[in-house]
């Protein structure tokens, strides 16, 4: 099979579309026959050398996919070769094969075009399992969203919505109309406006219950200001650097709790209970077309070095796909 390796770290130039072999199904895994994968930030980093795949994932890039089952291991069952599916992957994704551990697999949902559907698992799965397993975001409560326009970000002000949550964004302004037909009730330039006052603003003083973080450490005291008493700040990147100073005092006067998290590096099994959790509770949403994935366009595999280059540039609104066919 082909799949983009990374000879050597660098940057958009390292991915070269190569001849490499071909996945076997281990114990409980499958084959999927790839036809698109997604990009997102941690492929970026990995390509720079930056962001390892973990221990006994594939070398390839790529944390989700969506194609057909090809083979399957043993000890599957409860799945078909022929399926349509997509997946939460660790790696590999950036290939036109790809070997899945079974329990993070997802049917390809009802109206959703198969291709399409490689947008879906790695936001599902990260923005469910932080926003509404550890954050706890229920009707009438603010979420924001930091970096509307991201694949994650297109994904959380729908999630939000569709759950009856006031979502406020921060992005680009020629991002905010994309946005609000999402869902989001207001929007934050980021360049021009201070997220913390018009938190403040649009919550009449009270500000936000849940906030999801990409920035890390340039956001953490802005974040803590920004939240409600009782508020959640979750982070899952660090766009904005690793280290960063907290007002311990701050956070105790609003009981706020803070919490990181990361998705790939997480055992089998607890990707598998994600999983499971995103099926029961987020697909029918997708379902009744109250989700949908938000796909900026589609690039051969063989282009990912210009999707990444795209990437970069942070100008497209949700994902950008890789396709095989």
Same mark, same amino acid.
């Given at each position: 099979?082909?799949?983009?390796?990374?000879?050597?770290?660098?940057?958009?130039?390292?991915?070269?579309?190569?001849?490499?072999?071909?996945?076997?199904?281990?114990?409980?895994?499958? +084959?999927?026959?790839?036809?698109?994968?997604?990009?997102?930030?941690?492929?970026?980093?990995?390509?720079?050398?930056?962001?390892?795949?973990?221990?006994?994932?594939s070398a390839y890039p790529g944390l989700e996919c969506?194609?057909?089952?090809?083979?399957?291991?043993? %000890?599957?069952?409860?799945?078909?070769?022929?399926?349509?599916?997509?997946?939460?992957?660790?790696?590999?994704?950036?290939?036109?094969?790809?070997?899945?551990?079974?329990?993070?697999?997802?049917?390809?949902?009802?109206?959703? %075009?198969?291709?399409?559907?490689?947008?879906?698992?790695?936001?599902?799965?990260?923005?469910?399992?932080?926003?509404?397993?550890?954050?706890?975001?229920?009707?009438?409560?603010?979420?924001?969203?930091?970096?509307?326009?991201?694949?994650?970000?297109?994904?959380?002000?729908?999630?939000?919505?569709?759950?009856?949550?006031?979502?406020?964004?921060?992005?680009?302004?020629?991002?905010?109309?994309?946005?609000?037909?999402?869902?989001?009730?207001?929007?934050?330039?980021?360049?021009?406006? %201070?997220?913390?006052?018009?938190?403040?603003?649009?919550?009449?003083?009270?500000?936000?219950?849940? /906030?999801?973080? /990409?920035?890390?450490?340039?956001?953490?005291?802005?974040?803590?200001?920004?939240?409600?008493?009782?508020?959640?700040?979750?982070?899952?990147?660090?766009?904005?650097?690793?280290?960063?100073?907290?007002?311990?005092?701050?956070?105790?006067?609003?009981?706020?709790?803070?919490?990181?998290?990361?998705?790939?590096?997480?055992?089998?099994?607890?990707?598998?209970?994600?999983?499971?959790?995103?099926?029961?509770?987020?697909?029918?949403?997708?379902?009744?077309?109250?989700?949908?994935?938000? +796909?900026?366009?589609?690039?051969?595999?063989?282009?990912?070095?210009?999707?990444?280059?795209?990437?970069?540039?942070?100008?497209?609104?949700?994902?950008?796909?890789?396709?095989?066919?």
């Open positions: 099979m082909r799949a983009i390796t990374i000879p050597e770290p660098g940057g958009p130039e390292a991915l070269v579309w190569s001849e490499v072999p071909d996945p076997e199904p281990g114990p409980g895994e499958v +084959v999927v026959h790839v036809r698109a994968s997604a990009v997102n930030r941690a492929d970026l980093l990995q390509r720079q050398g930056h962001y390892p795949p973990p221990p006994g994932a969506a194609g057909v089952i090809g083979a399957l291991g043993p %000890d599957v069952t409860g799945w078909r070769v022929g399926q349509e599916v997509c997946a939460l992957l660790a790696g590999g994704g950036y290939a036109e094969r790809v070997a899945v551990p079974a329990g993070q697999l997802l049917p390809v949902p009802a109206g959703v %075009d198969p291709v399409d559907a490689a947008a879906l698992p790695e936001v599902a799965c990260t923005v469910w399992s932080n926003v509404v397993r550890l954050a706890g975001l229920g009707a009438g409560e603010t979420l924001l969203v930091h970096g509307g326009g991201s694949g994650i970000g297109t994904f959380a002000i729908q999630l939000g919505a569709a759950l009856g949550a006031t979502v406020v964004v921060t992005a680009r302004k020629t991002k905010h109309q994309v946005l609000r037909e999402l869902g989001a009730a207001h929007t934050v330039d980021y360049r021009e406006q %201070d997220f913390v006052e018009e938190v403040r603003r649009v919550t009449e003083g009270r500000g936000a219950d849940v /906030i999801l973080d /990409i920035m890390g450490a340039s956001y953490l005291g802005r974040n803590v200001a920004a939240l409600a008493t009782g508020g959640r700040l979750v982070v899952i990147g660090l766009q904005g650097g690793r280290k960063g100073e907290l007002d311990l005092g701050a956070l105790l006067a609003k009981r706020g709790t803070i919490a990181a998290t990361a998705l790939r590096s997480r055992p089998v099994a607890e990707k598998a209970e994600i999983v499971r959790g995103v099926r029961e509770q987020v697909w029918p949403l997708i379902e009744a077309g109250r989700i949908r994935p938000i +796909v900026d366009r589609r690039l051969p595999m063989s282009r990912a070095a210009e999707a990444h280059q795209l990437c970069e540039t942070s100008e497209h609104v949700g994902k950008v796909l890789l396709t095989t066919g």
